[in-house]
């Protein structure tokens, strides 16, 4: 019998093609978007999950402001940790990790360089669950100068030798060698915090890179800290507890608990240990995906039910010599077990050949190996029982037609029937329109950050940066500097050249902070941080900053001078409304009095994504970076190499034994998006497939619709009927369907991206049109996909569809 029915599915499948392929290649498209997603989101959601992850969290601090407490950000002090684990008992370990970036490793005359790590406590490999493939992780970090590296980086400096116990050294630091004691397990999940070493915190205590933070304790809060807690502690009274937590160096601020589960999606702070993602944008992702498995589904199940009414006299026939119903319902659900079986194959394959492509395009490697598998292990569940369940509805129904009616020619559509077609349709041009929406407003966003001005020109600037191989930082050093830079102005290529400890887009560990700041009245402020950085007189000019009142600074034979340029926020925030009153007086940090010479306009320093802070910038001889802009003489790409090449060339004239590297800004600006615009891309790619399934089930009931109204056309023809009048009769009703969608797509669409939008502090709007242009492209879809069809139907001599009367 199964055989029988085997037979009789496959050649009902190949004698139907256009409703095979349509089904098996929409289904096979659904399936593989969906897989593909599901794949992206289930890496981002697998940050920081390892055994016992549920446990650990990371202490970071809120600061009261305007008289409540507001999130920080993400570090803590040096002693946080042993402070709290001392303090309550439901708290077993912590790590501290002071992160240090841009490192510049030396190893037996050979240089390497870009190297991110920190120092950390033993406990580190405990906390993360991390191993080792070589050492022994109770003593890899017990000693001091000891160092662990990455895999990676042990290959890059060691090749295939056994890099333990030997030493390396770092740049800047002549007299400190440091010993190999462990290798990082490659095997490691993905995670927040990584890291191309690790060095013992012991280190810290004697290392002279640190010698001027050796006396800080709650004065300096630089450490990321984690803790692990006992699996029974109930974590809303221990958050509770750390939060009431205080003591003598805590002033107007406290600690708080996040999981570690959470940040890679759910935290934004300042000074993050790296780049995270949005929890919104996986969601958003995650609707997508079902909603492609979703369409696929609608357009089986629409297409199986219209496509019932051809089937009514077989089965009215296999009925009446002797087929029962059940063995009906086995049948259909045989023949839709081959047809998902055959889409689950197709998008196995497609999944497998586009995989690398779209690993490049959300620049992950995905992969498709058996972690890969583990993870998605239930989204294949999902999608087997969506397919069992559309599998039932036609087999249902198409086991439920009376032979009595079928073979008088009696059998109609049912009303029911026809409503859930009608709903499927509906349905179709809602998800349609909402996807069509959003991709709208996504584009709209990520241009919006693209074209607003942010205050400062970024064009033709590019920052120069290196690190002394020998030298540590002395007044040689700066005389060094000083005279690179005079070298550099006189290139014919460069227009002006300015030092800096940072600028706009720049990452926040580049900006210095502090908390406690005397105003010009007398008042005090202990309450929030506060953000300033250094920079040579001519930064002002360079970068295009605009000043509101007074002026920049004026250069002179000292290292550094007292002065300072605030921005509008900051003097609003001290309650300056004349910005005039401000020049001349002095605000104090760091135990110095600081004269404000000028108030220049607000500028997104930290992005677009983030509110203008108060920001101070102070006068000083800083070499983090040397910031060059270019002239009009470099306006091509063959113009921009050469310039490049002379800075690189003067730069190792100045300092032969150093690293070097340069970065554009307006790159690096726009590089903070990179997120925004890969989910944007991805928006549309997945709502592009959406549409075509969406489309290929319209075009399949479209012409199966078609098929049972010939008979009405031709009658229609013979009676005068004109083309215009019959496509007009065939349309109207997608048309209204179209309408009816398009009052349900709004809200959603608009909730869903008014939610993805709360993300950014600067947005777009969410114009009137966005959701018009959706709804009229949806429209015009659905009219190029039915209008085909009607136009062959309209076109038909009426003879060929009465002859049959």
Do not use: C
Request: no cysteine; hydrophobic share 45%; net charge neutral.
């Amino acid at each position: 019998m199964y055989k029988l029915f085997l037979k009789i599915a496959t050649r009902y499948l190949i004698k139907n093609k256009l409703y095979s392929f349509i089904n098996i290649f929409g289904l096979a498209i659904g399936i593989a978007s969906f897989v593909l997603i599901m794949l992206y989101v289930n890496y981002e959601q697998s940050y920081d999950k390892f055994e016992g992850s549920e446990n650990v969290y990371r202490v970071y601090m809120d600061y009261l402001e305007g008289g409540e407490y507001v999130p920080g950000d993400a570090n803590a002090y040096i002693v946080s940790g042993p402070a709290l684990k001392e303090e309550l008992p439901e708290i077993l370990d912590f790590t501290r990790l002071r992160r240090r970036q841009g490192m510049v490793l030396l190893y037996d005359n050979l240089v390497f360089d870009q190297n991110s790590g920190a120092l950390t406590d033993p406990s580190f490999f405990d906390i993360f669950d991390r191993k080792l493939e070589k050492g022994d992780v109770s003593t890899a970090l017990s000693e001091p100068y000891s160092i662990v590296l990455s895999a990676s980086l042990s290959k890059k400096i060691f090749g295939s030798e056994d890099p333990m116990g030997k030493t390396l050294k770092i740049a800047g630091d002549d007299e400190s060698t440091f010993k190999v004691t462990g290798v990082l397990d490659t095997n490691n999940p993905n995670t927040h915090l990584n890291n191309d070493f690790l060095i013992s915190f012991q280190t810290f205590y004697t290392w002279k890179l640190f010698e001027n933070d050796w006396k800080f304790t709650w004065n300096q809060n630089e450490y990321y800290t984690y803790i692990k807690v006992d699996k029974n502690a109930d974590l809303d009274l221990l958050n509770q507890k750390v939060m009431a937590f205080s003591t003598e160096g805590l002033k107007n601020e406290r600690h708080h608990l996040e999981p570690i589960e959470d940040i890679h999606l759910n935290s934004n702070k300042p000074y993050e240990a790296e780049t995270n993602g949005s929890a919104s944008s996986i969601r958003l992702l995650a609707i997508i995906a079902f909603i492609t498995l979703l369409l696929s589904w609608m357009n089986y199940m629409s297409l199986s039910s219209s496509k019932s009414l051809e089937r009514a006299k077989e089965i009215g026939i296999r009925k009446v010599v002797g087929a029962k119903r059940p063995q009906l319902i086995l049948q259909f659900l045989i023949e839709s077990a081959m047809l998902n079986f055959m889409a689950i194959i197709l998008a196995i394959i497609a999944v497998y050949l586009l995989l690398p492509g779209f690993s490049r395009f959300v620049e992950q490697d995905l992969g498709f190996g058996y972690i890969q598998l583990k993870g998605i292990i239930p989204y294949f569940g999902v999608i087997l029982l969506g397919a069992s369940l559309t599998a039932f509805y036609p087999a249902f129904v198409l086991s439920n037609y009376s032979p009595t009616k079928v073979l008088k020619g009696k059998l109609q559509t049912s009303k029911n029937g026809f409503n859930f077609r009608k709903a499927l349709i509906v349905g179709q041009f809602i998800a349609t329109i909402a996807l069509l929406a959003g991709t709208f407003v996504a584009n709209k966003q990520i241009r919006f950050l693209k074209e607003r001005p942010i205050g400062a020109d970024l064009d033709q600037l590019v920052a120069l940066k290196g690190q002394k191989l020998t030298d540590v930082p002395d007044s040689l050093l700066v005389k060094k500097y000083e005279t690179l830079i005079e070298e550099i102005r006189k290139s014919p290529y460069v227009a002006e050249v300015a030092g800096a400890g940072t600028y706009p887009g720049d990452d926040f560990s580049n900006m210095n902070s502090n908390i406690g700041i005397t105003f010009p009245d007398g008042r005090e402020d202990v309450k929030r941080i506060w953000y300033n950085y250094g920079v040579q007189p001519e930064y002002f000019d360079l970068i295009g900053m605009e000043f509101v009142a007074g002026e920049g600074f004026k250069r002179t034979s000292q290292a550094s001078s007292p002065n300072v340029v605030i921005n509008e926020k900051m003097a609003r925030f001290m309650g300056i409304v004349d910005m005039k009153e401000i020049i001349g007086k002095t605000i104090k940090f760091w135990d110095v009095d600081w004269t404000v010479t000028g108030v220049i306009s607000d500028y997104n320093h930290f992005g677009l994504k983030s509110p203008v802070e108060p920001l101070i910038i102070r006068q000083g001889r800083n070499t983090g970076n040397i910031l060059v802009k270019f002239n009009k003489q470099v306006g091509s790409f063959a113009k921009t190499s050469i310039a490049l090449e002379e800075l690189t060339n003067i730069w190792h004239q100045i300092l032969p034994e150093s690293t070097y590297s340069y970065t554009f800004l307006d790159q690096k600006f726009e590089a903070q998006y990179k997120e925004d615009r890969k989910f944007a891309k991805a928006f549309q790619v997945f709502t592009i497939l959406a549409i075509l399934i969406a489309s290929l089930g319209l075009f399949g009931l479209t012409s199966y619709t078609v098929l049972q109204r010939k008979k009405e056309i031709g009658i229609r023809k013979v009676n005068g009927a004109t083309i215009s009048e019959i496509l007009s009769i065939l349309n109207i009703d997608f048309v209204k369907w179209v309408g009816l969608a398009f009052i349900f797509a709004v809200p959603i669409s608009w909730y869903a991206m008014n939610k993805w939008l709360e993300g950014f502090a600067y947005k777009t709007s969410m114009s009137w049109w966005v959701f018009a242009l959706a709804g009229v492209s949806a429209l015009v879809i659905a009219l190029l996909t039915v209008s085909w069809q009607s136009y062959r139907a309209a076109v038909v001599n009426p003879v060929d569809a009465l002859r049959e009367e």
